[in-house]
């Protein structure tokens, strides 16, 4: 056996922070009704999104915590800045773009990712979307791919119809926050049988201490068409605990193929509390694929509401949690509709005393007959002090639905260390191949680069885990 | 005494009550707590499922929690009817406890079988070290709290050390009444290496047409010392109009081994709750448990194993076929704890859906904090198989029979593991009989020749959890 050397991920590196004074709007700490208004006024918009803040921090106040889940009690909503933008004009192209910020996507090796494959680009900073890029061709098939601020000014009638249909803020507590003091994110509309071949594509940031990013992305995919857009992130560490509670709505009409990518590595600080939901109507098909490796907490169950006939979803879910991280994640399908399937599939590791957690829900309401289901997730513990729960909901009001559901949860077989050693790999290499092929249904839905991130960055977490 | 309303149980009624039993003062201390704490306590414990908590409809208002004496003669004749050579049985008509007369043999070696009122009365001391260390403590649960507040019947089980007992021990519980309650806590302890079997029935001679709401509160708990064995069999079909709420734990030192085997048929709401300790290395524990629905029952269940010695191994599997308006809700989950090293868990919910209005809620949870486990888990909402059904009427064997057959085969792996012939025949016949719609006690005591050709007999070591392709 090989001697036990701690190595855990560096992220001093990606500990770059940049002065605070050329922050525009700079908002003093903590959550008032006047607050939310000047955030509305800075915006510039309209009556009814202003009442639509008011009513959703009312109810912020009114909902309690919830008790299930991680521990939240140590949020502090007083403590957190509730908006932030770093410059008021936004850019074009990429010369437009500030300095500092772009001295910071070249840290992460953003840019590169991006010019190879992307077609659109909005990449978020802070809490607005600073750099944005439309390919032409895109536009010309009457795409539109905003941020969502712009949206609600440019295209305000299709967003009014659409927005806080899927997530209301009544929903819960952290849809309620975001709904009140929500700031950038993506808009993507896509017209009736229109095919986006390139995923679209923005990165996330978070930057100011104790700050948090309220994002608000709003995906319609009209009759038809075919979208696949992509989301990572990456952030600096803090010493006190961030927030981020993004709202994600996804909307695809009769036919329309979304799918949604996340690859989350918030760092060891975050809480990360996002509410993702999708509503499928007939023939359509949504996938989410969703990667979360960083934060101190995330509590994330993307759903997805199948409401028409032969509705198709696909929830693909990973979860790494390492020390003092606690992954609750999960996801949800509903079944409302007949001829209706959908297959869950999550898988997530814990080490060095991490904690994962699958929370799920499969419904299937009284009248979707036909409805057939798979669930199966997977947990693997590297070691003794980590733990991991697994909490499946099921609830089936038809009679002639096919639903499965299976879990494992296990510790990497000596046999299988073994083979690989005795073919030359040293222990190090063949623990992280094991965990690279546990994760493989995840990484072989993810584009090239992503995947390759991935995996180095899933050797490097298992640096040290040998012992 | 001679009423009791749920409602009115205050801290002087309990002690009023207390005494006419003749009870000592740590007892009668014991059922105030426990009375205190069923106040207190909110319907579910576990905010995993706060969600489905729910008794409307289980109206404990009205119900007395004083028995209607039953008639010696009706004694007489169902005696007569479920009295078997093969097992011991003492049995409970309402209030009335008839204990069996057990064989020198047995008492000899220092075996008690008996009701354990007399138990308590006989052993004060031993039963006060008992109570203080349940395993089921009046915190854990409203309803075992209820129930340890007004128990008044059931049984007291001990076999001493190296004793293996082939005989069952049977408890057979026959309640008719309307608006009324029985509270019955049973206390079993298996002493080092001894082995035996315990089968609970619970019957009603009248299955439907009540129509005031009763009541059942069953409380069981089995001490298993180290290498002993115990099976716990326990069949359930009490009339239509019962409420039930069962709670069933036991707790294994080294290397012992429970098989719980539980048949769910009668009642209107029932609430179960069955859970597996295994505190000593190399403990076994198999929670096995079947649910049949039919009209408008309502099945909360809950079926836990928890690991906490190293080598442990449990299994929990829950089958539930629900018919036409009937709910059912398993909930379970295997925990297993930071020393439970090298253990091996396995959780199974299968649900058989045969009504558009029928519904079925699967939860199987796992809860684990160390890496030597083996730990899966599965759940499935299925129809009966078309293929079976076919295969079955291509041997011509007509279509409802076929279907009767595999409904029936669908119960098997728990069903088969009732170590006494008789009476899995009396529960496949029960099903059976739920099957067709039929509600009657005393057809479910005539056994049709003709299922004894499809069942053969003496191949019940099966071994349902082994065959799972996880386990290759």
């Not at chain 1, 249909?165 to 849809?175: G, H, I, L, S």
């Not at chain 2, 429970?258 to 209107?268: M, R, T």
């Not at chain 2, 409802?400 to 057959?405: E, H, R, S």
Request: glycine share 6%.
């Amino acid at each position: 056996m090989a001697t036990k050397q701690v190595v855990d991920i560096d992220y001093t590196k990606y500990n770059f922070r940049d002065s605070d004074e050329s922050y525009e709007y700079k908002f003093p700490k903590g959550l008032t009704r006047e607050v939310v208004e000047r955030i509305s006024k800075i915006k510039k918009e309209p009556d009814w999104m202003r009442e639509f803040r008011l009513r959703s921090y009312d109810h912020f106040l009114k909902r309690p915590l919830p008790m299930w889940g991680g521990e939240l009690t140590r949020l502090k909503f007083d403590d957190m800045v509730y908006y932030a933008s770093p410059t008021e004009k936004k850019s074009r192209s990429w010369e437009d773009v500030p300095p500092y910020i772009k001295d910071t996507f070249d840290k992460l090796g953003i840019p590169e990712a991006e010019r190879k494959f992307l077609g659109g680009v909005g990449a978020q900073y802070e809490s607005e979307v600073v750099y944005h890029s439309l390919r032409e061709d895109l536009a010309k098939k009457g795409v539109l791919f905003t941020d969502t601020d712009t949206a609600l000014r440019e295209y305000p009638e299709i967003f009014k119809k659409h927005f806080a249909t899927v997530v209301p803020p009544e929903d819960n507590k952290f849809a309620a926050l975001n709904s009140a003091v929500w700031s950038g994110g993506s808009f993507i509309y896509v017209p009736e049988g229109v095919s986006v071949d390139v995923p679209l594509q923005a990165y996330f940031r978070i930057n100011t201490a104790n700050m948090g990013q309220f994002e608000r992305t709003l995906i319609i995919a009209d009759k038809n068409s075919r979208i696949h857009y992509i989301e990572g992130c990456t952030a600096p560490i803090y010493s006190t605990e961030s927030l981020h509670s993004a709202v994600v709505e996804i909307i695809a009409k009769p036919g329309a193929h979304v799918r949604y990518t996340t690859i989350q590595n918030w760092s060891n600080d975050v809480y990360n509390l996002v509410t993702k939901r999708a509503y499928a109507y007939a023939d359509s098909t949504v996938e989410w694929v969703d990667g979360n490796l960083g934060s101190k907490l995330t509590m994330k169950y993307p759903s997805i509401y199948l409401l028409g006939p032969r509705a198709k979803g696909e929830i693909l879910s990973v979860a790494f949690a390492g020390k003092g991280q606690h992954q609750d994640a999960g996801g949800k399908v509903v079944h409302m509709a007949p001829y209706t399937t959908s297959r869950i599939t999550s898988k997530s590791i814990s080490k060095a005393g991490g904690r994962t957690t699958y929370r799920g829900l499969l419904h299937v309401a009284k009248g979707a007959t036909g409805v057939k289901s798979t669930v199966r997730c997977d947990a693997l513990l590297m070691d003794e002090i980590s733990r991991t729960d697994t909490y499946p909901y099921n609830e089936i009001n038809a009679d002639d639905a096919t639903i499965t559901h299976e879990a494992t949860v296990g510790k990497i077989g000596e046999d299988q260390l073994f083979y690989l050693m005795s073919r030359g790999l040293s222990e190090q290499e063949a623990l992280s191949m094991i965990v690279m092929g546990f994760m493989e249904p995840f990484t072989k839905e993810l584009p090239m680069e992503y995947a390759i991130e991935l995996n180095r960055l899933i050797q490097m977490e298992m640096a040290g885990s040998v012992g | 005494m001679s009423e009791l309303m749920i409602t009115q149980a205050t801290d002087e009624s309990i002690e009023t009550f207390s005494k006419a039993r003749q009870e000592p003062t740590w007892l009668q201390e014991f059922r105030a707590k426990s009375l205190k704490l069923f106040l207190e306590l909110p319907v579910e414990l576990s905010n995993l499922y706060t969600k489905y908590a729910d008794l409307t409809g289980v109206n404990l208002e009205s119900i007395n929690t004083v028995l209607p004496e039953p008639k010696p003669l009706e004694i007489e004749a169902i005696r007569n009817k479920l009295e078997t050579k093969a097992a011991l049985t003492i049995y409970q008509f309402g209030p009335k406890t008839i204990c069996p007369v057990l064989p020198e043999a047995l008492k000899k070696e220092g075996v008690i079988f008996t009701d354990i009122e007399t138990a308590i009365h006989n052993d004060p001391e031993i039963f006060r070290t008992y109570f203080l260390e349940k395993a089921i403590q009046p915190e854990d649960d409203k309803f075992g709290a209820l129930n340890g507040a007004l128990f008044t019947s059931g049984i007291y089980l001990y076999v001493p050390k190296g004793i293996e007992i082939i005989v069952p021990f049977r408890h057979v519980t026959m309640l008719d009444a309307e608006g009324c309650g029985l509270f019955s806590q049973n206390a079993i302890i298996a002493d080092n290496r001894s082995k035996f079997t315990i089968v609970e029935e619970l019957y009603s001679k009248q299955l439907t047409g009540q129509t005031k709401k009763s009541m059942y509160s069953g409380l069981s708990e089995v001490h298993l010392r180290e290498g002993a064995e115990v099976t716990y069999a326990s069949i359930n079909n009490l009339a239509s109009n019962v409420n039930i709420f069962s709670n069933k734990k036991s707790v294994g030192a080294k290397d012992s081994k429970i098989v719980w085997s539980s048949a769910l048929l009668g009642g209107a709401y029932i609430r179960s709750r069955l859970e597996s300790v295994m505190e000593g290395s190399g403990a076994t524990s198999e929670n096995i448990e079947v649910v049949f629905g039919a009209g408008t029952q309502r099945f909360d269940t809950v079926s836990n194993i928890t690991h906490i010695g190293e080598n442990t191994t449990g299994h929990a599997i829950s089958k539930g076929v629900v018919k036409d308006q009937a709910r059912a809700l398993f909930k379970g989950m295997i925990r297993i704890e930071k020393n439970a090293k090298n253990s091996r868990a396995y959780l199974a919910e299968h649900g058989m859906i045969l009504g558009k209005e029928a519904l079925a809620d699967a939860i199987p949870g796992l809860e684990i904090e160390t890496n030597e486990v083996k730990a899966t888990h599965s759940a499935s909402v299925a129809q009966i198989n078309e293929e079976e059904t076919f295969y079955l009427m291509a041997r011509g064997i007509p279509e409802n029979d076929a279907k009767k057959l595999i409904i029936v085969g669908f119960f098997e792996p728990v069903v088969e593991r009732i170590p006494v012939p008789e009476i899995a025949r009396r529960i496949r016949r029960i099903i059976d009989l739920k099957w067709t719609g039929i509600y009657d006690f005393y057809a479910s005591l005539t056994i049709p020749a003709i299922d004894d050709e499809y069942y053969e007999e003496g191949q019940k070591t099966r071994d349902i959890f082994e065959g799972h392709y996880k386990y290759r």
